[in-house]
């Protein structure tokens, strides 16, 4: 059965090592055509509870004795394991959460890449050795927090738990994941890989079910040291609550309303996919998702009309049909997004794609839209709809573009688009964001740029090696030798 490679059973945990019957379940649908695919379990506190404790066995155990160069090993191990199994997961993951086959297959390789880099770095994280007073030596010790708490959304679940659960294990740590329940078919393979790949019992336990019970449960717990949530503001806020409850370190992802700013002497020709990908890749479900377009007037009218083009161009369908768009994840899903589009009416609709006619029953599909001239107060403007949705702004100078650009609550991601070398610097300087990137947008991935933001889209860094820093505490050592 090509959903279960790894012969897990149906319905259970990753506790200890072992794979544990959940007491409850929930059924796991495609989001492609609404049919059955399998159930997962539905943890409860005391699942929690046992990964916890499981977690800390471990960080006291085997775990803890290994050497960062033996903990980087495992980790290079896990990570050829998934590249072994591309094509597998990306159908795991295009079933489950209705990702096209090809942006589920880049989410494998991102998983594969993000252990290989994480397994690379794990001997190389080190203190410094501090000048002081006569007669002392001092130094730091970079050591694990202990047991991270680690939970993640359904938009992109594998190269979440590659930046998140890679960099903590890196680091030491001992991991409860609790994947979203809408997505988590390849965090439990992962599980399996890891197992495979010689991870000691217990350095990574998930639990599956709700948010609002096993995710509550274990940003609630009081024997975890660390969490790291991806995820909605409301929901990050409630974490955040959790954290300070226990006065535990948090690292919030919470998604974004990132702009592209477009200065009538940016390449159209090379910015043109970049602008319109940003948008709907993923079907618009990315954290990092670029849903406003702020477009020179002098160019304005040429990139509307190029960008209505390639809208009417885009194809909607099944996941494993592997067109522009898949469905939105859920009914639910589908339903925030329609009750944004019919907040559209006052607005200019400059293109449509198309739901190919032959999609299959029941499934989540919504055509992307495309919206100009839009005011930059606008809901569209400034909420985040995390559905296939972009609208297009004017601006006239430099400051006006700035100034709508960073408009919003949110600073996740900014992109400019200029041939203006000290504009370029000004800007990447002057915008309220975690990540510039200048005449691109992506930078492919970026498994090795820190990523996070600022303002309400949240605070701390994964990716890259400064994660390593978040997922590590660090310790100072002052020895007296006369
Ligand atoms: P969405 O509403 O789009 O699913 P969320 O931010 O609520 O986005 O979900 C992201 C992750 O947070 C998921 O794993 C979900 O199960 C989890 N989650 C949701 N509510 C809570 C909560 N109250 N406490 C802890 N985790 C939660």
Same mark, same amino acid.
């Given at each position: 059965?090509? /959903?279960n490679?790894?012969?897990?059973?149906?319905?259970?945990?990753?506790?200890?090592?072992?794979?544990t019957?959940?007491?409850?379940?929930?059924?796991?649908?495609?989001?492609?055509?609404?049919?059955?695919?399998?159930?997962?379990?539905?943890?409860?506190?005391?699942?929690?509870?046992?990964?916890?404790?499981?977690?800390?066995?471990?960080?006291?155990?085997?775990?803890?004795?290994?050497t960062?160069?033996?903990?980087?090993? =495992?980790?290079?191990?896990?990570?050829? @394991?998934?590249?072994?199994?591309?094509?597998? @997961?990306?159908?795991?993951?295009?079933?489950?959460?209705?990702?096209?086959?090809?942006?589920? %297959?880049?989410?494998?390789?991102?998983?594969?890449?993000?252990?290989? *880099?994480?397994?690379?770095?794990?001997?190389?994280?080190?203190?410094?050795?501090?000048?002081?007073l006569d007669?002392?030596?001092?130094?730091?010790? %970079?050591?694990?927090?202990?047991?991270?708490?680690?939970?993640?959304?359904?938009?992109?679940?594998?190269?979440?738990?590659?930046r998140?659960?890679?960099?903590?294990?890196?680091?030491?740590?001992?991991?409860?994941?609790?994947?979203?329940?809408?997505?988590?078919?390849?965090?439990?393979?992962?599980?399996?890989? #890891?197992?495979?790949?010689?991870?000691?019992?217990?350095a990574?336990?998930?639990?599956?079910?709700?948010?609002?019970?096993?995710?509550?449960?274990l940003?609630?717990?009081?024997?975890?040291?660390?969490?790291?949530?991806?995820?909605?503001?409301?929901?990050?806020?409630?974490?955040?609550?959790?954290?300070?409850?226990? =006065?535990?370190?948090?690292?919030?992802?919470?998604?974004?309303? $990132?702009?592209?700013?477009?200065?009538?002497?940016?390449?159209?020709?090379?910015?043109? !996919?970049? /602008?319109?990908?940003?948008g709907?890749?993923?079907?618009?479900?990315?954290?990092?998702?670029?849903?406003?377009?702020?477009?020179?007037?002098?160019?304005?009218?040429?990139?509307?009309?190029?960008?209505?083009? #390639?809208?009417?161009?885009? %194809?909607?369908?099944?996941?494993?049909?592997?067109? $522009?768009?898949? !469905?939105?994840?859920?009914?639910?899903?589908?339903?925030?997004?329609?009750?944004? /589009?019919?907040?559209?009416?006052?607005?200019?609709?400059?293109?449509?794609?198309?739901?190919?006619?032959?999609?299959?029953?029941?499934?989540?599909?919504?055509?992307?839209?495309?919206?100009?001239?839009?005011?930059?107060?606008?809901? /569209?403007?400034q909420?985040?709809?995390?559905? !296939?949705?972009?609208?297009?702004?004017?601006?006239?100078?430099?400051?006006? #573009?700035v100034?709508?650009?960073?408009?919003?609550? *949110?600073?996740?991601?900014?992109?400019?688009?200029?041939?203006?070398?000290?504009?370029?610097?000004?800007? #990447?300087?002057?915008? %309220?964001?975690?990540?510039?990137?200048?005449?691109?947008?992506?930078?492919?991935?970026? =498994?090795? @740029?820190?990523?996070?933001?600022?303002?309400?889209?949240?605070?701390?860094?994964?990716?890259?090696?400064?994660?390593?820093?978040?997922?590590?505490?660090?310790?100072?050592?002052?020895?007296?030798?006369?």
């Amino acid at each position: 059965m090509p /959903l279960n490679p790894f012969n897990i059973p149906a319905a259970h945990h990753l506790i200890g090592g072992k794979w544990t019957a959940g007491r409850d379940t929930l059924e796991v649908r495609n989001p492609s055509d609404d049919t059955l695919l399998t159930t997962i379990a539905r943890g409860t506190n005391d699942d929690i509870n046992a990964a916890v404790s499981a977690a800390e066995d471990a960080r006291q155990g085997e775990w803890a004795r290994m050497t960062a160069v033996e903990r980087g090993r =495992v980790l290079s191990r896990i990570g050829q @394991l998934v590249q072994e199994h591309i094509e597998t @997961l990306a159908l795991i993951e295009a079933m489950d959460v209705g990702k096209p086959l090809t942006q589920a %297959r880049a989410d494998a390789v991102a998983l594969a890449r993000y252990m290989e *880099f994480y397994g690379g770095a794990a001997d190389k994280v080190m203190g410094h050795t501090i000048p002081y007073l006569d007669g002392y030596t001092a130094y730091t010790l %970079r050591e694990p927090h202990g047991v991270t708490g680690h939970i993640i959304p359904w938009n992109y679940p594998m190269q979440i738990i590659g930046r998140s659960v890679g960099a903590a294990l890196a680091m030491g740590n001992a991991c409860v994941l609790k994947p979203a329940e809408d997505a988590c078919l390849t965090a439990l393979a992962f599980g399996a890989m #890891a197992l495979e790949a010689g991870l000691p019992d217990g350095a990574l336990n998930i639990i599956t079910g709700l948010g609002s019970q096993a995710g509550a449960a274990l940003a609630e717990h009081p024997d975890i040291h660390h969490i790291s949530f991806t995820g909605s503001v409301a929901t990050g806020q409630i974490i955040q609550a959790a954290a300070a409850k226990n =006065v535990i370190p948090v690292t919030l992802e919470l998604g974004g309303k $990132s702009p592209q700013l477009v200065f009538d002497d940016a390449d159209l020709d090379r910015a043109l !996919p970049f /602008l319109i990908n940003a948008g709907i890749q993923n079907a618009g479900q990315t954290c990092s998702a670029s849903s406003r377009i702020l477009v020179q007037r002098s160019a304005y009218a040429e990139v509307v009309e190029r960008m209505s083009l #390639a809208y009417e161009n885009l %194809r909607v369908g099944p996941a494993t049909a592997d067109a $522009s768009l898949g !469905p939105l994840i859920s009914a639910k899903q589908k339903n925030v997004v329609e009750n944004y /589009l019919a907040q559209a009416t006052d607005l200019t609709c400059a293109a449509i794609g198309k739901i190919d006619p032959n999609t299959p029953q029941g499934g989540h599909y919504v055509a992307p839209a495309l919206f100009a001239d839009v005011p930059s107060d606008h809901p /569209l403007a400034q909420q985040e709809i995390f559905g !296939p949705v972009q609208v297009i702004i004017p601006f006239e100078t430099e400051e006006e #573009a700035v100034e709508i650009a960073n408009g919003t609550d *949110f600073g996740l991601v900014a992109a400019i688009w200029t041939a203006d070398g000290a504009r370029q610097m000004r800007l #990447a300087k002057h915008l %309220r964001a975690g990540q510039v990137f200048i005449n691109n947008y992506g930078a492919g991935g970026g =498994v090795e @740029l820190p990523f996070g933001g600022v303002g309400k889209s949240g605070h701390g860094r994964e990716k890259g090696f400064d994660a390593l820093y978040g997922f590590s505490t660090l310790k100072t050592v002052a020895a007296w030798h006369g």
